[in-house]
């Protein structure tokens, strides 16, 4: 998913965007033609974290992928 930080965007286009209603479309043109078009709704919901059964395990997992990465890097 691409995120969009409205900070990053002139004051008019984060105003534009955070105004926007469910259903609203904003179409964005580049020299006069249509390369995307955006509709507003409503926040997806977050999928729920799965509870880790055996925290010494995912322990285990994320210290052999560093290791792992740091022996493909030398």
Do not use: C, N, W
Not at 50 to 64: H, L, S
Request: charged share 30%; proline share 8%.
């Amino acid at each position: 998913m691409t995120r969009i930080d409205l900070d990053d965007l002139p004051p008019k286009v984060a105003s534009l965007l955070t105004g926007l209603a469910d259903g609203d479309e904003v179409l964005l043109v580049q020299h006069g033609a249509v390369v995307a078009r955006l509709v507003a709704g409503e926040l997806a919901a977050s999928p729920e974290p799965e509870p880790d059964a055996d925290p010494e395990a995912r322990a285990q997992e994320i210290f052999e992928l560093f290791r792992s990465s740091v022996e493909d890097e030398f």
